[in-house]
């Protein structure tokens, strides 16, 4: 657990912070997922870029997992339903299907992060290759299920392995920003 | 904030989940049941980011006209022998297409002239023009024996010539209709006036008795009437001109200055040719009248 999240368990007293400080550990706090809402907006652009439609998935999984396990407070259940409903209000498929998705990958990212938080990088994408597994599975699943008829496989195993191989670059970038400019204890 | 106590907010903070995945299944359900609310919601959006997204297009655009610019001036010394080779090769298809387009005006030209395939034609050379001051007519070489009768029609390549008025054993005496003695009725194609083409012995034959109230028209075409048996309607003769205003003239179609190759045309009219009879009633060819169904009483030939 970063320092910036339970003031209370912090021993000693503290200056009350001037509203500059505070509004720079605000935006410190909010840049994780302003990026990630801001890599929706990108990649849902009309760029041409192959793949992008299947990498969106990937990139938001990949964010919501990591700051989960690493800065809840960064990536708060209200900011995932937020996430998860641009990412539905920008796609064509049936709503809510991305919303749950993700926010049940919040749900177990949060439920283990003690445990996820202490293992080396190496397991941590193991246990995110299976995460992503899931969440892919349950989206084909709810698709399927709700457009009445099984779609294609292929397209979700594609978007499933991108994720996965998206996922060691993304935590190199977010543990270097979170320790740099989204960490609130440098404000 | 209101001030709550720690096991409370923290069993608050752990409720926020289940509720919003609870509203997330709500919001599954409430796509399913009505398609339309998402499709609305989902259009507001996209017509909040379409300037931004743009705003995204334009930079790319521009970005792949340049580098498609670039690409261009890369190649421009192989374009220009491309194109060279290429105008080397329209050039050659454009003469073709001339020389097509010049072939089919005058098959054009020929099949409008040709009203009727069953005329039997002679063709022959001219040999010779025999026009002297006060006559205009020439000699054409053909072979008699196919059968050239007088009065036969010339007509060359676009237009009407003249009449066949004297046979001999290996050529034909051709009166040109611009010859003085030449009286040719014809039809105005425009103003669709009757008149009679009289031969001056120059080279463009006078109208006269045109309709007064019907005058023809500056250039409009003039062709064969058909009153006369051995002439069928409808073979061009020329073009009307007006040398002065009242004064139409014909232009020929037919280049009688230098006739090369002509025709003689039988249509076989001379077959029915009356006989001479003050005060007869003209009787229509019938091939081109309305079959009677009972015998004519006029009778034939």
Known sequence: MTPDQAPEFQPGIQPRPSLWRRLDMLSRRGLPAALTGMAVLLLSAPFGLPGQAELLPGILLSSVFFWSVFRPASMSSPIVFLLGMLVDLLGFGPPGVMLLVVLLVHGVALSGRYGFSRAHILVLWLVFDGVSLAATALQWGLISALSLHLVPMIAFAFQWVLGVGVFPLLCVVFSTLGRSIANPDRA | ?301
């Not at chain 2, 989902?42 to 017509?47: E, H, P, S, V, Y």
């Not at chain 2, 003085?180 to 083409?197: D, N, Q």
């Not at chain 2, 006269?208 to 003039?222: A, C, K, S, T």
């Not at chain 2, 001109?241 to 232009?251: A, E, L």
């Open chain 2, 1 to 301: 904030m209101i001030p709550l106590s720690i096991t409370l907010r923290q069993a608050l903070e752990r409720l926020v989940l289940p509720i919003l995945i609870v509203a997330a299944l709500g919001i599954i359900l409430l796509g399913q049941a009505d398609r339309s609310l998402a499709e609305r919601v989902r259009m507001g959006l996209a017509d909040i980011l379409a300037p931004a997204y743009g705003l995204v297009v334009w930079p790319q655009e521009q970005a792949r006209g340049l580098l498609g610019r670039m690409r261009d001036m890369g190649r421009i010394e192989a374009e220009n022998q491309r194109l060279r080779a290429e105008n080397a090769n329209l050039r050659h298809w454009y003469d073709v297409a001339a020389a097509l387009a010049d072939e089919n005006a005058a098959l054009k030209a020929n099949l409008h002239w040709m009203p009727d395939p069953s005329p039997s034609f002679v063709t022959g050379r001219v040999v010779r023009d025999t026009s002297g001051l006060y006559a205009r007519s020439v000699l054409v070489a053909a072979n008699v024996d196919a059968g050239i009768h007088k009065d036969e029609i010339v007509l060359d390549g676009s237009g009407l010539v003249g009449r066949v008025t004297e046979i001999g054993s290996r050529s034909v005496r051709v009166l040109l209709l611009t010859d003085a003695s030449s009286r040719i009725p014809v039809r105005l194609e425009v103003s669709h006036g009757a008149a009679i083409m009289a031969g001056d012995n120059s080279g463009t034959p006078r109208l006269i008795y045109y309709p007064q109230d019907n005058p023809p028209v500056e250039g409009e075409r003039v062709v064969t009437n058909g009153e006369i048996d051995t002439m069928p309607a409808g073979l061009p003769v020329g073009q009307i001109h007006y040398v002065r205003p009242g004064q139409p003239v014909v232009i020929p179609f037919a280049s009688l200055g230098h006739l090369d190759i002509v025709r003689v045309f039988d249509y076989g009219r001379s077959a029915v040719v009356p006989p001479d009879a003050p005060g007869r009633i003209p009787v229509r060819h019938p091939a081109d009248s309305f079959p009677l169904p009972f015998p004519s009483p006029l009778g034939r030939g």
